[in-house]
């Protein structure tokens, strides 16, 4: 039985809406793969027979004219079957060795299945064993082999294979030294890279590199062949490679997508409550739902969606097609098969089954295995079917939440519909939060605006500084002042293609009864995103240990917000969490409103956010950085209007994070220092930045990253290394999109930028909190003054005091007061210099010089004077004054450097600053004296030149 997801909702008296598409028509040319390929299909090869695409077609008559090639074509589009029969064909001729290329053990593994059909449907000889006790592999022989770290010890040799598939790392490793494959390599003659869509920028960049290396050391030449589903501009490729482009679309069958509401009797009671009609509230529904002055009324509705999706699920069971449901976690996807009847170990004997990276490898290809046959109806996954497993019986996509990046979405798509038989498939919405809301608010332009951003942009630049590291590391290149500037000192680091998927740390949930493992963590979301005080939306928890027991890091969470919680016989509660606590319910009991601490956490009605910060030596460029929390804040806000608006409270955990939990690893990191009134902008500013490079050139919303220090050091960093900040700080242009992206494009960007849909979009999903009321020229203004802090550049206005001499000595006395790094330092006429631990005293004491010294001004900088302390003489705010002519950020680092050309001041500061943040007693005469040497520059420029004009 077919299944309609019309009738399976109805039944079970769910609302929703729906919109259907019409698809792209199954069409192809009238060339057979047996036209082009004489000499393979003289034998009996099944696809000779079939008919080839456009794209197909046009890439094996540039193979066969020896051309690299990039091929940029839709899932289901037959790109595996266009190097396969190229291949087939040239093997059967002589010699021809081809190294492909998989970003995962897991996509090799399904590939090699389809494959090894073809081969052997061609004569040639491969056999397959399974091997292994407590880990069972299935290893290949002959003339297809692939290789990987889980059969390397079954494969004694591979120089007699003609086909090896394998992954990056693998390669990588043949790179460095001797290695098991480098006999066949030295053969090769067209090396393959599938599913190029899937490394991001950084590791693309790197894979290119590595290839470019094999090439060099084997001395070989061979073709190159980039496969792609989603990659927004193949153009990039061109810097590493000569390649031309091939892309194209495939059949695409009749689509309807369901979007879930919520059960028809809740749906009554929002209507009436809102005192709307039903009609109006299903039509409307996303723009009710993700307006903040109605949200109360839709949350118990979302949490109750959460609830009602295994239901619709377990009709699924009964229809013949297959259903994949894309689930937000591990531990929510064990949780769903476990109510559809399944197990975790999947065994045949349901048809239901969880395939993820916390599955063994066999018992994921047994449910990839029975996706194929028909037994299994409804698969439930995380990311490990998002690409390359090649189920072609797929009909039905259901999404649990919306995926975070357009990539994911469009790639789980693309999991439907692949067989021409399939006339018509299914996309299923269940909606759980209010950013899926924000998404939703009409799916006719919100959704679909979504995914006209397109797929993110792959940033792939030759200049690239990880890359000079890797041929340091190999030893090709010779460069310890290098090594220095990074920050490597003593033995060079070991690269790993996936080193940041290597370290991982279990999360373990108190409910109140039990404490067991429900997840694995990499290192990076341990430090961003598990802090301790930390809520995790996804369990519903707080994270009441982040720390190393029995020389083991551990995260534990509860959802039982008892006083004594004991997990594994340890103690593991919070006098921090416990603390929060008590402010919450403080805050609840002043809105008059009861705490019920889980409720509203699963109303999203109280969140947490981490600040981070990274700590590195100099002021920027390519680092060895070491990420690290600053705060943990939580946001709570009223379930109900407080006069007229909602009321938001802002908590700080009494704690500071330790900087031992940190994050090591190399990318490009720059610090700025911030005037003192933006210190509390850096969120609205760089976000706008953000949002308009993802509108304007597809930079992934999470490439750039940023944070504060506690000096007020504005550092700017990408997640991983592409060297995209190096350029613009460098006033170079990088082409993105076919657009030349440098600072004034940027600044250009940003003072154009108008209030449009897709904008707010993106802001809204960036930080639905700040971006959800603001004034959008506020903000606009704000982000131009932060372009400068990220290129490294000056207002234009500056050029007005070209040429003007700036006196070394003092035209006229100042008292200064100024800050950094929590301390206060009093300078006084004669240049004395007093530090103290807190502002009071620091203003107290210039009071008295000003007592003393009558002629002097008072020149606060980033320090508050109040009204309590009277001056007799004019307090000048330098920084406001030359701002005011110049129109942007230009702050005492920033003005040393352009003045007296000496750059040291940001680099002592931020050292310094390190040192406090590690700890350590840091002694910072040195650094006050020459801020009040450079500010006193500054008050001669404003005394000098601007008081005049």
């Known amino acids: 039985m077919i299944c309609d997801s019309s009738s399976i909702l109805s039944s079970l008296d769910l609302v929703f809406q729906k919109f259907s598409d019409s698809g792209v028509p199954y069409t192809t040319t009238n060339v057979k793969f047996r036209d082009v390929l004489p000499t393979l299909c ?163 960049t790197v894979l290119l590199h590595i290839i470019k290396g094999i090439i060099d050391k084997f001395g070989i030449k061979p073709q190159i062949v980039i496969m792609s589903a989603t990659l927004s501009d193949p153009e990039v490729v061109k810097p590493f490679f000569d390649v031309e482009i091939i892309g194209g679309k495939s059949f695409r069958p009749a689509n309807d997508t369901y979007i879930v509401l919520g059960k028809r009797d809740e749906l009554n009671a929002i209507s009436k409550a809102l005192n709307v009609s039903f ?32 239901e619709y699920l377990d009709k699924l069971k009964g229809c013949d097609e297959l259903t994949i449901i894309f689930s937000r976690s591990i531990s929510e996807a064990n949780n769903l098969v476990g109510k559809l009847g399944g197990k975790v170990n999947y065994d045949g004997t ?297 009321k938001v409270e802002k908590i700080e955990l009494e704690y500071t994070p330790s900087p031992n939990l940190k994050y090591d690893f190399l990318t490009y990191v720059y610090a700025s220092e911030l005037e003192p009134d933006d210190v509390n902008k850096v969120d609205k500013g760089m976000y ?72 707010e979009l993106v802001l809204k999903y960036l930080d639905p909190y700040t971006f959800n009321n603001f004034d959008f020229n506020e903000v606009k203004a704000i982000a131009e003054r932060f372009v400068h802090y990220l290129c490294n550049t000056i207002p234009i206005q500056l050029q007005v005091i070209s040429g003007t001499m700036i006196p070394k000595s003092p035209l006229i006395r100042s008292i200064i007061i100024d800050s950094f790094g929590g301390k206060y330092a009093v300078s006084s006429p004669t240049g004395e210099i007093s530090i103290f631990d807190n502002e009071e005293e620091a203003v107290k004491e210039a009071a008295k010089l000003n007592i003393e010294f009558t002629d002097a001004i008072v020149v606060p900088y980033g320090v508050s004077i109040g009204k309590k302390y009277k001056f007799q003489n004019e307090v000048v705010y330098i920084d406001k004054e030359i701002n005011r002519l110049l129109g942007g950020p230009i702050t005492p680092s920033k003005f040393r450097e352009l003045v007296l050309n000496d750059d040291s001041l940001l680099k002592e500061e931020n050292e310094a600053d390190n040192s406090i943040t590690r700890g350590e007693e840091v002694e910072l005469t040195k650094i006050f004296r020459k801020r009040a040497e450079t500010i006193r520059l500054m008050i001669n420029l404003w005394k000098a030149y601007l008081t005049d004009k």
């Not at 693309?414 to 799916?443: C, H, Q």
């Not at 700080?729 to 154009?752: A, I, Q």
């Open 279 to 310: 009609d109006d509230l299903v039509k409307n529904f996303f723009k009710y739902a993700s307006d903040p002055k109605k949200e109360i009324y839709f949350l118990q509705l979302f949490k109750d969606n959460a609830q009602l999706l295994p």
């Open 42 to 204: 003289s034998r009996n090869v099944r696809l000779c027979d079939l008919n080839m695409y456009q794209h197909q077609l046009e890439a094996i008559n540039k193979l066969m004219q020896g051309k690299n090639l990039v091929v940029n074509a839709e899932t289901g589009g037959g790109k595996t079957e266009i190097w396969v029969s190229y291949a087939l064909e040239m093997q059967l001729k002589g010699e021809f060795n081809v190294l492909a290329i998989y970003p995962t053990k897991a996509l090799a593994g399904d590939q090699i299945e389809r494959i090894v059909k073809y081969y052997i449907e061609a004569g040639f000889s491969v056999s397959k064993q399974v091997k292994g006790k407590t880990k069972i592999v299935e290893v290949y022989y002959g003339d297809v082999i692939k290789y990987d770290g889980d059969v390397s010890n079954y494969i004694q040799s591979v120089k007699r294979a003609k086909t090896l598939l394998t992954n990056p790392e693998v390669v990588k490793n043949a790179l460095f030294q001797n290695h098991k494959i480098s006999d066949f390599l030295k053969k090769v003659r067209l090396i393959v890279v599938d599913e190029f869509d899937f490394y991001g920028s950084s590791k693309s």
């Open 350 to 646: 349901a048809p239901v089954a969880v395939h993820h990276s916390g599955i063994d490898k066999y018992v994921r290809q047994q449910v990839e295995n029975d996706m194929r046959s028909g037994k299994l109806k409804v698969v439930v996954t995380v990311k490990t079917l998002l690409q390359g497993i090649d189920v072609g019986n797929v009909t039905r996509v259901v999404h649990v939440g919306i995926p975070d990046s357009v990539r994911e979405f469009i790639q789980r798509e693309g999991r439907k519909g692949r067989m021409a038989s399939i006339k018509r498939t299914e996309s299923v919405i269940f909606p759980l939060s209010l950013s899926d809301a924000v998404l939703l608010e009409d799916y006719s332009t919100s959704l679909k605006e979504w995914l006209s951003l397109g797929s993110e942009s792959l940033i792939l630049l030759p200049d690239n500084e990880f890359l000079k590291l890797i041929d340091v590391i190999r030893g090709i290149l010779n460069d310890r002042e290098f090594l220095k500037s990074v920050g490597i000192t003593g033995t060079l680091p070991q690269i790993s293609f996936y080193e940041q998927l290597h370290k991982t740390v279990p999360k373990l949930l108190f409910d109140g009864k039990n404490c067991n493992v429900v997840d694995k963590l990499n290192y990076r979301d341990v430090v961003e995103k598990h802090q301790l005080g930390c809520i995790d939306p996804m369990l519903n928890a707080i994270v009441v240990r982040n720390s190393v027991i029995n020389g083991k890091r551990h995260v534990i969470e509860t959802s039982d917000f008892s006083s004594s919680i004991m997990c594994n016989n340890i103690n593991i509660s919070s006098h921090v969490v416990n603390n929060a606590i008590a402010y919450y319910e403080d805050i609840c009991f002043s809105w008059k409103q009861h705490p019920d601490l889980n409720g509203d956490i699963e109303r999203g009605k109280v969140w947490s956010k981490v600040s981070l910060d990274v700590l590195f030596e100099g002021d920027g460029g390519f680092k060895q950085v070491h990420e690290i929390a600053r705060k943990v804040f939580w946001y709570i806000e009223s379930r109900r209007k407080i006069g007229q608006e909602y």
């Open 688 to 759: 706008f930045i953000l949002a308009l490079l993802r509108l304007n050139y597809g930079i992934d919303l999470g490439l750039i990253n940023f944070g504060v220090s506690n000096s007020g050091i504005l550092k700017i960093w990408e997640s991983e290394p592409t060297a995209l900040l190096k350029r613009l700080r460098e006033m170079k242009k990088v082409k993105v999109r076919g657009t030349e992206l440098d600072c004034k494009k940027l600044l250009d960007d940003v003072r154009n930028a108008q209030p449009f849909r897709r904008l």
